[in-house]
């Protein structure tokens, strides 16, 4: 599968994201600022007519389908994901009260399951990436597998939520997937897990290079980063290396308060509405690591927020990117309440670099490009770790391979 086939259906990432571990990521996906608002009430008077023949067929189906009773509630949730999908936007979804649960859940950072982000690409589901440390991760799951059944289900075919919940279950059970990679079926026993996983982790390398690692942007993340560059810094390390490869995003509200601890004052990202309407989003100069030199690493898995906060350094001269290209998210989803219980997800804006650039599908190139080799049974080099930490250190001209 290329990255090109995934990027035409990307969810945040999180992102415009869901997680095995719980259903949705609410990033983002796992990827989108919460912005909670309760249903509409009422029909506008506007769509009235629209939507006249819309209760002319439920009318119909009522008294003239074959099978009764109907299952109201199932025509209603159909009828909103079919709305829904007119608009050809991958990341603008409707959440049953199930799934609207559990992706609140997500933000918590506490969910059963196998700990992986996915996204729909024609009908396949896809891994964006398993999170650091899951049951996903630890079975061996890769970015890019092809979830084909879970427990003799057949996914393909499946809307994302429906996969979802064939893939989650209590922690202690186990999962049996077939995967398809490079155009090979493997088969995976996963056990499911409660997914609690801390968003940041660091420690100082050998080289006396502050090392941190971004796994999500969960709500918890810029008071786990916090407390952690307190502690590196208090080192005195000679450098930092920020490293968000496989970060499918989260909350734009955290990705913008985590930037802000590198940036000076200046700005961040800039969030463009449909009507043309603008909002910028600054950093106040009180971050705890705006002049520590800085070396950010991305790869294919690094979406939605992951990219604000690489663009941000980009765009502001702040630090190198070093890596592979992006995943490319570049949208805002808000959240609103419905009235069953359930929710959904529209995307309201698009977000841009401070220099105007727009990730979209594109993604972020990298300053150096380096690949990883493919991982082996017997040893697996981190190419890309070690071109950072050498970058640092100025022991040799780095160049892209």
């Known amino acids: 599968m290329t ?6 259906f990307i969810t945040f990432l999180f992102l415009g994201l869901i997680l095995f571990s719980g259903g949705y990521l609410l990033g983002q996906s796992q990827i989108a600022p919460v912005q909670l608002t309760g249903a509409a009430s009422g029909t506008p008077r ?37 709305m829904l999908a007119t608009l050809d936007d991958a990341n603008t979804i409707y959440l049953s009260p199930q799934n609207e649960e559990v992706a609140r859940q997500a933000f918590e950072g506490n969910l059963e399951g196998i700990g992986a982000e996915v996204t729909s690409e024609e009908g396949a589901i896809v891994i964006v990436a398993p999170y650091e440390g899951s049951p996903a991760a630890i079975a061996g799951l890769l970015q890019g597998d092809i979830l084909r059944e879970a427990d003799g289900v057949i996914l393909t075919g499946l809307d994302v939520g429906e996969a979802a919940a064939m893939v989650r279950g209590p922690a202690g059970t186990v999962v049996h997937l077939l995967v398809e990679r490079d155009g090979q079926l493997l088969e995976f026993d996963v056990t499911r897990d409660v997914i609690d996983i801390p968003s940041v982790r660091g420690e100082l390398l050998e080289e006396n290079i502050a090392y941190v690692r971004l796994s ?12 952690t560059l307190e502690s590196l810094i208090s080192q005195d390390p000679t450098g930092l290396i920020l490293d968000v490869r496989s970060n499918p995003g989260g909350s734009l ?19 463009r509405f449909g009507n043309g309407r603008e909002r910028l989003f600054d950093a106040d100069d009180e971050g705890l690591a705006q002049d520590i030199p800085l070396v950010i690493l991305i790869d294919q898995g690094s979406a939605s927020a992951s990219e604000v906060l690489a663009g941000a350094v980009r765009d502001r001269e702040r630090g190198t990117l070093i890596g592979d290209t992006s995943f490319g998210k570049g949208t805002v989803q ?35 490009r ?32």
């Not at 990255?3 to 035409?8: E, F, G």
């Not at 109201?72 to 949730?77: P, S």
Request: glycine content about 6%; proline content about 4%; charged content about 25%.
């Open 3 to 8: 990255k090109r086939q995934i990027l035409l």
């Open 46 to 82: 506007q769509a009235e007519e629209a939507f006249r023949p819309f209760w002319e067929t439920w009318k119909f189906l009522h008294t003239d389908y074959f099978e009764q009773p109907l299952d109201d509630v199932l025509l209603a949730e159909g009828a909103l994901e079919g």
């Open 216 to 227: 999500r942007f969960s709500n918890d993340t810029d008071e786990e980063l916090s407390e």
């Open 253 to 271: 509200s955290s990705a913008v308060s985590v930037a802000d601890q590198f940036l000076a004052e200046g700005p961040i990202l800039i969030e």
């Open 334 to 368: 808000s959240w609103k309440e419905l009235s069953n219980g359930g929710g959904v997800r529209i995307t309201i804006a698009r977000w841009i670099t401070p220099d105007g650039t727009w990730v979209h599908k594109d993604g972020l190139e990298p300053d150096v």
């Open 370 to 401: 380096i690949t990883l080799p493919e991982a082996t049974d017997d040893s697996f080099s981190d190419s890309q770790l070690q071109a950072a930490i050498d970058y640092l250190l100025d022991q040799s001209t780095i160049e892209s391979q």
